[in-house]
């Protein structure tokens, strides 16, 4: 995918704050701190169209964006971190919830894991939602440059073992070096081209 324009939109945490539907979306989940920001700013080539921090947590509204005009990537809030009040974090679920199952325009969700590890009950919880509902999924392990080739290995077939996801539909990455970003993008453009058939 070349990128032409990448640029945000607005924020929201309820459907009348939601942007018009104009364009296939695609949402990006996972827990605090798994590399969400990093991953979407590498597969638009830009180094802060969404802001990435230290302190997990700050992402608290879905966030819009608009690529190329022809399609919205849709930034959801993390998920389970700690340190996060328990009002926002009890005000998180529906609004992440509402969102996924009443957007029209939802195409696809990447969800994101960190590859060093092992998925939670967090993380089981949304793969089971997002089946249920039977929205695709592109499912991504992200900080594989921190481990070597056969720790990556073993890694992923924890995951796979853990989530049900087969090991040949879970995409490695790295924001680093890149590695897998062509990968996730046929994926998003094969899912974007089937929706409109």
Known sequence: MKILSAEYITSATRPSQYPPVNYPEIAFAGKSNVGKSSLINVLVNRKRLVKTSTTPG??????????????????????????????????????????????PTLKAVVLIMDIRRIPDEKDLYLINWLGHYQIPTISILTKTDKLKTSQQAR?????????GIPKDQIILFSAKTRTGKERIWDAIERICHAATL
């Open 58 to 103: 700050r992402t608290q509204l879905i966030n819009f964006f608009d690529i190329n005009s022809s399609m919205t990537f849709v930034d959801l809030p993390g998920y389970g971190y700690a340190k996060v009040p328990a009002s926002i974090k009890k005000s998180w679920k529906p609004m992440i919830e509402t969102y996924l199952s009443e957007r």
């Open 155 to 163: 890694q992923l077939t924890l995951v796979s073992t853990t989530t």
